[in-house]
């Protein structure tokens, strides 16, 4: 059975930072590109950031040189370190494994 956990998702101030976890299990994880995908309310889902299974990355424009995707294939775990978080930047994450493996998602809420 698949499983994709995220965790770290909270509350931050403008400017803060946070790093997100997927823990996957069910799945060779080091075969699977993996994804973050977000969702704002009143907007549709994005994907905010992408690692290949061999490493490669690419962002979303709004959040290049400011979130970085990172995986580690021991540990079966990818991460969303989130830096000078914005207000915009508020939204449910999502972890996706592949095409169609997704996690519950965790919110990040950036106020003042």
């Known amino acids: 059975q698949v499983q994709l956990v995220e965790s770290g998702g909270g509350l931050v101030q403008p400017g803060g930072s946070l790093r997100l976890s997927c823990a996957a299990s069910g799945i060779i994880f080091r075969a699977y590109s993996m994804g973050w995908y977000r969702q704002a309310p009143g907007k549709q889902r994005e994907l905010a950031a992408y690692?290949?299974?061999?490493?490669?990355?690419n962002y979303t424009d709004s959040v290049k040189g400011r979130f970085t995707i990172s995986r580690d294939n021991n540990k079966n775990t990818a991460y969303l370190q989130m830096n000078n978080l914005k207000l915009d930047d508020t939204a449910v994450y999502y972890c996706?494994?592949?095409?169609?493996?997704w996690g519950q998602g965790t919110q990040v809420t950036v106020c003042s």
């Open positions: 996706v494994a592949g095409l169609h493996c």
């Open positions: 690692i290949s299974s061999g490493g490669r990355t």
